[in-house]
């Protein structure tokens, strides 16, 4: 049997505690075998990290912008995890969407997108490839760097 909270600790990470809605919507919903989660941000204790979770991303801040693309992505697997029960039931990430604030003429947001995809390789293995689609805005909520949502398939 696959743990992939195990994994999540190998690759030097901890789950952290499922994040809550700020508004009227959830954090994740499951419909049929897909779990949708809402927009996610690079927050840590209910603030947006340092270095890389606030402002706009460019070429001299896209590695900031790397790691804070996996502290966003662990808050969507947190989510995930409290309408699923675990991880485990995870069979397939289907589609990542990150959305990152970028300053005029930063075109690398498929860089900065690589960080939430290799840590999904690292702890989904083969199951962790995906569909994906970076996108460059202008801003973003609390001034965030970058907002991630994830698709995936579980079985219930």
């Keep these: 049997m696959d743990n992939f909270e195990e994994n ?13 809605a700020a508004g009227l919507y959830s954090p994740a919903i ?3 075998n897909l779990v949708y989660t809402s927009g996610q941000l690079p927050l840590k204790d209910g603030k947006l990290i ?5 402002g706009k991303v460019n070429e001299v801040r896209k590695d900031e912008a790397f790691h804070a693309s996996r502290v966003a992505l662990l808050n ?4 995930i995890k409290s309408v699923t029960g675990s991880l485990d039931n995870i069979e397939k990430i289907v589609k990542l969407t990150l959305y990152v ?5 930063f075109s690398s947001q498929h860089l900065v997108a690589n960080g939430a ?14 569909a994906r ?8 909520p609390l001034n965030a760097s970058l907002e991630l949502e ?7």
């Design 117 to 130: 995809s290799s840590l999904l390789h690292e702890i989904f293995g083969e199951r962790g490839v995906h």
């Design 133 to 140: 689609s970076a996108v460059g805005v202008t801003e973003l």
């Design 8 to 20: 999540i600790i190998k690759a030097g990470f901890i789950l952290p505690p499922p994040p809550t």
């Design 30 to 32: 499951i419909t049929g």
């Design 50 to 54: 340092e270095l890389g979770g606030k």
């Design 101 to 105: 604030s970028s300053e005029t003429f």
């Design 76 to 79: 969507a697997l947190a989510a």
């Design 150 to 156: 994830l698709i995936v398939q579980y079985k219930p």
